[in-house]
């Protein structure tokens, strides 16, 4: 069973920057897409970043490209969210999540595609 942590998650004031990291308990297969998504309150969750592992490929959505960068750690199985400028916009739950294989097209509208998950950390950002 793979499990996901995130870690990172605080209350910063707009323009303040975050780093959000993931662990992945155990790396079973060769190649994970792991993506970042967010939920605030009363909205839907929505992807904000994904990863290919396998060469580290990776995605951001327009939201947030040129202020969230994804990476992988040393290690092959953690992926980190490096979150600069925020905004009050940014304020929700953050989560990890990874699924066997490539990143699909449509991956920041189908988090049902992601079959592993974390528990979430929570991101605040407010004067």
């Known amino acids: 069973q793979v499990q996901l942590v995130e870690s990172g998650g605080d209350s910063v004031q707009p323009g303040g920057s975050l780093t959000l990291s993931c662990a992945v308990s155990?790396?079973?297969?060769?190649?994970?897409?792991m993506g970042w998504f967010r939920q605030a309150p009363g909205k839907e969750r929505e992807g904000v970043a994904a990863?290919?592992?396998?060469?580290?490929?990776?995605y951001t959505v327009d939201s947030v490209k040129g202020r969230f960068t994804i990476s992988q750690g040393r290690a092959k199985n953690t992926v980190h969210l490096q979150m600069n400028r925020l905004r009050p916009a940014d304020t929700a739950m953050y989560y990890c999540?990874?699924?066997?294989?490539?990143?699909?097209?449509?991956?920041?509208?189908?988090?049902?595609?992601?079959?592993?998950w974390g528990q979430g950390t929570q991101v605040t950002v407010s004067s």
């Open positions: 999540a990874a699924s066997a294989g490539l990143c699909p097209t449509r991956w920041s509208t189908t988090p049902g595609y992601f079959a592993y």
């Open positions: 155990t790396y079973i297969y060769d190649a994970l897409c």
């Open positions: 990863l290919y592992t396998s060469g580290g490929i990776t």
